[in-house]
Nanobody, 126 residues
Framework: QVQLVEFGGGLVQAGGSLRLSCVVS????????LAWFRQGPGKGREFVGS??????????LYANAVKGRFTISRDDPTNTLFLQMSSLKPEDTAVYYC?????????????????WGQGTQVTVSA
């Protein structure tokens, strides 16, 4: 079975940086899209970024709110997804989830993803 586990959440001051990881176990998914979503207190699940599979040249998409500050990447040999977060803001505070979809191309819609991690808390203090 496919399992995704996030690592790297924590508390950071505004302006700081944090790197999240997501390990996908069980299979190699080099040709499947991966994404990060987040859910803040009292909010719905929000798209953060996605990265396509190998056959789609690992094309990246970002939400406007994080573009220029966050970088999504993947290491297919280890089935690991990363989110490098810089210039963090209090509004970035949320539980961050990694997700995998069967399709090759990334999607901004959470329902397009088939597998999810348990989430990791990121808290940004003012």
């Amino acid at each position: 079975q496919v399992q995704l586990v996030e690592f790297g959440g924590g508390l950071v001051q505004a302006g700081g940086s944090l790197r999240l990881s997501c390990v996908v176990s069980g299979r190699s998914f080099s040709d499947r899209a991966l994404a990060w979503f987040r859910q803040g207190p009292g909010k719905g699940r929000e798209f953060v970024g996605s990265i396509s599979g190998l056959s789609a040249a690992h094309t990246k998409l970002y939400a406007n709110a994080v573009k220029g500050r966050f970088t999504i990447s993947r290491d297919d040999p280890t089935n690991t997804l990363f989110l490098q977060m810089s210039s963090l803001k209090p509004e970035d505070t949320a539980v961050y989830y990694c997700a995998l979809r069967q399709g090759t191309y990334g999607s901004t819609t959470s329902n397009d993803y088939d597998y999810w991690g348990q989430g990791t808390q990121v808290t940004v203090s003012a």
